[in-house]
């Protein structure tokens, strides 16, 4: 019985090495076709852009800012008039049209290329009631893709730069780990949180104001987040087991009794999983590797000894 990882994990050493088939005792991979099971909870069922404005209204400003180039960006008053020649007369600005621009810069050189903090300004201007945590949820959008690394830390400091200078407010986590409809897209984005830097990803992943433990007394962090957890699991539904493991393995090496913990607590929302044998498998790896030494992970001791 899968439940046994809510229940306790000191107990969970009993129970390490039955079944393991894999090189060393740890657990063989298994696999998990996308498609599954649907059901609704952590990292599922929530699409971030319900109630939203979703109409992309003025598509057209991604492509007018990328014909003009960072120059764009010369200056507030010079962007100002860039939005007023694109809204024309009475026109609004929305924030799909506000994401699609943010996403277009991304891909073209990021910060390195693009001077947000003018577009923000200029925005404050031209569009004083957008609502920028309404802009990051609709990043979902076809034509978001991330092809490497360097470009997902582009699109994360501009989105998340974008969006300090835009409001105060914390940072929708839900923007990124609720369900989308670009899941090829969005499960790009999920990596490049998960490989930024400390702090960043806390920020993307978790919301501000996290605790050291949760609710049920065990640790917190981006691992032990059963949302996390749960996006990952639904995207393997959505795009395969291949492309989900190699995350997970990374919550290993960082913080195996954290992804434990994850894993428990995503368990006890759920009764079946989008991926249930990879679901599975994570937890078999994750309870070896407590048992064996309960020792935190490569990252995790390198950034403790900084």
């Known amino acids: 019985d899968f439940s046994v990882l809510a229940a306790s994990q000191g107990a969970a050493a009993t129970g390490t090495r039955r079944g393991m088939s894999g090189e060393g005792g740890r657990p063989a991979p298994v696999g998990c076709s ?4 649907g059901f609704s909870g952590p990292g599922r069922g929530h699409r971030p852009w319900q109630g939203q404005a979703a109409e992309p209204s003025h598509p057209q400003l991604a492509d007018a800012l990328e014909g003009l180039g960072g120059d764009a960006c010369g200056s507030v008053e010079q962007m100002v008039a860039h939005l007023r020649r694109v809204a024309g007369e009475g026109g609004r600005l929305g924030e799909a049209a506000i994401g699609l621009a943010l ?18 300004d200029a925005l404050k201007v031209v569009a004083p009631e957008l609502s920028w945590p309404a802009v990051v949820r609709l ?23 974008a969006f300090r200078r ?4 914390t940072f929708p986590t839900d923007a990124v780990l609720g369900e ?3 899941a090829a897209g969005q499960l790009a984005l999920v990596r490049a949180c998960l490989e930024a830097e400390d702090g960043v990803r806390e920020t993307l992943l978790l919301g501000a104001g996290q605790e050291a433990r949760g609710d049920d007394g065990l640790p917190a962090g981006v691992w032990a987040s059963a949302e996390v957890v749960g996006a990952l699991l ?15 393995e990374m919550g290993e090496e960082d913080d195996p ?18 991926c249930p044998a990879l679901l599975r498998e994570a937890a078999a790896r994750a309870i070896y590797l407590v048992a064996a030494g309960g020792l935190p992970g490569k990252r995790a001791a390198l950034r403790g000894a900084r």
Do not use: F, T
């Open 257 to 274: 009794h954290g992804l434990l913990v994850g894993l428990s607590r995503y368990w006890g929302h759920r009764q079946a999983s989008d």
């Open 166 to 169: 835009g409001c105060e407010a």
């Open 180 to 182: 989308w409809d670009n």
């Open 103 to 120: 996403g277009m810069m991304a891909r073209r050189g990021g910060l390195a290329q693009w001077d947000v903090d003018v577009l923000v």
């Open 34 to 37: 996308p498609g599954g099971m």
């Open 234 to 248: 639904r995207l393997a539904g959505a795009e395969g087991s291949a492309k989900v493991r190699p995350l997970l």
């Open 139 to 161: 990043l979902d959008q076809p034509s978001l893709s991330i092809e490497s690394q360097l470009e997902g830390r582009q699109w994360l400091s501009l989105i998340l730069g």
